[in-house]
């Protein structure tokens, strides 16, 4: 449960490189889970019953609700709950008992460039993915649509700031981030904590388990 903590280029290097890796996971869960139809305006959407524009759901019972201009929201498989609020904001959960709440408009991201739109996705099983911040995202992926032991899920990511980033993988793991232009990514196990603190702050736990990295304003913490 070492932790390493260094404010140097090239630490920034190496988890800059950790978190395009998790940006580009991130992009791939987000793709698996398919595309929600552009809304116009506020939308819902009930097991499957819904008003028309980007909300989106399957039998369930899921819930899906959107909140301003071209919104999508997705929730899909058993018990999940998705809101996005904001213009563009997107939330998908998908899978059993995962909530994903998006609130913020596009901005600039840390490491996915201009006009990146809010964006939370849980994918797996009880899960939680929330990104509140203009330009921010949180990916939580973890367990299958059947929980078993071994493969819980459990996972949250928390995003709070704008142009910050958060994901998690594995089981009973946390990313979380207070500040703007700041990314956290617990990786690859179980029970990981990252926590990046401050703006432009940077925490990657993992590969591994039981591993805790965290990380204050300008700071990059690293416990591989």
Not at 132 to 141: C, E, F, K, L, Y
């Amino acid at each position: 449960m070492s932790q390493h903590r260094n404010s140097s280029a090239g630490k920034r290097r190496l988890a800059g490189g950790m978190l395009l890796g998790a940006a580009a996971s991130g992009a791939l869960a987000i793709g698996a889970l398919g595309s929600a139809g552009t809304a116009e305006a506020t939308c819902a959407s009930v097991s499957g019953i819904n008003n028309g524009g980007g909300c989106t759901t399957t039998a369930g019972p899921n819930v899906a609700v959107g909140i301003g201009a071209d919104t999508t929201a997705t929730a899909a498989g058993f018990g999940n709950l998705a809101v996005a609020v904001g213009t563009k904001a997107n939330a998908q959960a998908v899978g059993t008992g995962n909530l994903a709440i998006a609130a913020g408009n596009p901005a600039n991201n840390s490491v996915l460039g201009p006009n990146t739109p809010t964006t939370a996705v849980a994918a797996g099983s009880f899960n939680r993915a929330v990104a509140i911040g203009n330009g921010s995202t949180a990916v939580a992926a973890g367990g299958g649509l059947i929980p078993t032991l071994a493969n819980p899920g459990n996972n949250t990511a928390f995003t709070f700031g704008d142009g910050s980033n958060t994901q998690v993988t594995g089981n009973n793991s946390v990313a979380t981030v207070v500040g703007n232009e700041s990314n956290a990514v617990a990786q690859g196990g179980n029970f990981n904590l990252a926590a990046a603190l401050g703006n432009k702050s940077t925490a990657v736990a993992g590969p591994g388990d039981g591993k805790v990295a965290i990380s204050g304003p300008g700071e990059t913490s690293t416990n591989p």
